[in-house]
């Protein structure tokens, strides 16, 4: 084969590659899907199943990344009102989704507002 023709297939595999990659990248991938490939529905539910309260799902959060208390101010706000999943819903968000203030209030919260204070 010539060079020129081993180039262009070099060049032809390394787009393929590179639109791949990129189409990968821009793929919401669900909470729940993310933590499972952590170690499966233990991961965050007790032999594999939804508690009826929450509350051993919302420990397994802590465990993982802290009280809220311990957290901005936004979660430090709603410690002992709420539980990770009355906002992170992980059946029903996305990885890197954000809550926003105003699906539970309506004043004009922000979060950006509320961690400058």
């Given amino acids: 084969m010539s060079n020129k023709l081993l180039t262009a297939l070099f060049a032809a595999g390394f ?3 590179s639109s791949t990659a990129s189409f990968a990248a821009d793929e919401k991938q669900n909470l ?3 933590h499972v490939e952590m170690g499966g529905c233990e991961n965050c539910h007790a032999d594999g ?3 009826a309260d929450g509350a051993y799902e919302f420990e ?3 465990s993982c990344h802290g009280a809220l208390s311990e957290m901005d101010k936004v979660h430090q706000s709603h410690d002992g009102k709420l539980m990770c999943a ?3 819903a992980p059946h029903d968000t996305n990885v890197g989704d954000r809550p926003e ?3 539970c209030h309506d004043d004009g919260r922000t979060a950006d507002k509320i ?3």
Avoid: G, I, M, V
Wanted: with cysteine; proline share 5%.
């Fill in 32 to 34: 729940a899907d993310f």
């Fill in 15 to 17: 787009a393929l590659l």
């Fill in 49 to 51: 199943e939804p508690s």
């Fill in 101 to 103: 203030c105003s699906s």
């Fill in 86 to 88: 009355d906002c992170h």
């Fill in 60 to 62: 397994q959060c802590q």
């Fill in 115 to 117: 961690n400058k204070q």
